[in-house]
């Protein structure tokens, strides 16, 4: 059995607005990659993230991006003593009628296993932290990471 999950959230703040504080390093680094992150999101590139609770950068591959609808990426996966590989992340971006915009953030590709299972539902709470912090961010001008992990 392969883990996969989904979490989404309605950001009260127009499609554009809300997409592009995912696809910009700066504002990505005010309310998420507390270490910063560089580089755009944009289709084929391959950008840095860095959290102060994980210390050191991850590289992030973008596979393809769809301005205001979709980001597709991957990034490599917890740990669980086999060879190395990635998951694939799917955040998307939808326009509700109220002018808010609802995120949705999917990602799959555990192995199967304790290890996989462990980073799934570890991610599944740092995606859910993400939504929780750009709501913050772009809605009130609020960093809810900053100091919360040192």
């Known amino acids: 059995m392969a883990y996969d999950f989904r979490v989404s959230g309605r950001i009260a703040k127009p499609v ?11 504002q990505l680094s005010g309310y998420f990659t507390t270490g910063g992150a560089k580089g755009r999101l944009e289709t084929g590139a391959t950008v840095s993230w860095d959290f102060a ?5 991850f590289p992030v591959k973008v596979e393809r991006v769809e301005k205001d609808k979709e980001i597709v990426l991957h990034w490599q996966a917890a740990d669980d003593g086999g060879p190395a590989y990635d998951t694939t992340v799917t955040m998307s971006f939808s ?6 915009t609802l995120v949705t953030i999917a990602e799959k590709g555990w192995r199967d296993g304790d290890a996989g299972l462990k980073a799934a539902l570890g991610n599944c709470e740092g995606w859910t ?11 009130h001008g ?6 919360f992990y040192k």
């Open 16 to 26: 554009h607005e809300v997409f592009e504080a995912v696809a910009d390093p700066k």
């Open 53 to 57: 609770d994980f210390p050191g950068a």
């Open 95 to 100: 326009g509700l009628d109220d002018g808010r």
């Open 129 to 139: 932290g993400m939504l929780c912090a750009l709501k913050a961010y772009i809605e």
């Open 142 to 147: 609020i960093n809810l990471r900053e100091g």
